[in-house]
Nanobody, 124 residues
Framework: QVQLVESGGGLVQAGGSLRLSCAASGRTFTGQAIGWFRQAPAKEREFVATISRGGRTTNYSDSVKGRLTISRENAKNTAYLQMNSLKPEDTAVYYC?????????????????WGQGTQVTVSS
């Protein structure tokens, strides 16, 4: 089992920045790909970004490409989502997830472990 805990969410003005963290415990973190997803009220959970277990391969949704950056520090069992140039439409609960594979994918159903989420609110 892997336990994931997100932190770093909050309220920010449009154009501002936040850095989300995802701390893992339990099974080794280094064997898993990590994904970030988000869910806005009355909407389905959607893919944001993913990173391979080695950290060399990343993938982003078109809506966040160029503004959000996913990274990981395996020695600290932690993944990050640096969020710049935030927009009101980025407002959502952000979740990190892990899957028992080297590679991250966009399908929310393919992830094995989930955190509890952290709220990000961007005001206009």
């Amino acid at each position: 089992q892997v336990q994931l805990v997100e932190s770093g969410g909050g309220l920010v003005q449009a154009g501002g920045s936040l850095r989300l963290s995802c701390a893992a415990s339990g099974r080794t973190f280094t064997g898993q790909a990590i994904g970030w997803f988000r869910q806005a009220p009355a909407k389905e959970r959607e893919f944001v970004a993913t990173i391979s277990r080695g950290g060399r391969t990343t993938n982003y949704s078109d809506s966040v490409k160029g503004r959000l950056t996913i990274s990981r520090e395996n020695a600290k069992n932690t993944a990050y989502l640096q969020m710049n140039s935030l927009k009101p439409e980025d407002t959502a609960v952000y979740y990190c997830a892990a899957r028992d594979s080297a590679w991250g994918i966009v399908d929310v159903k393919e992830y094995d472990y989930w955190g509890q989420g952290t709220q990000v609110t961007v005001s206009s």
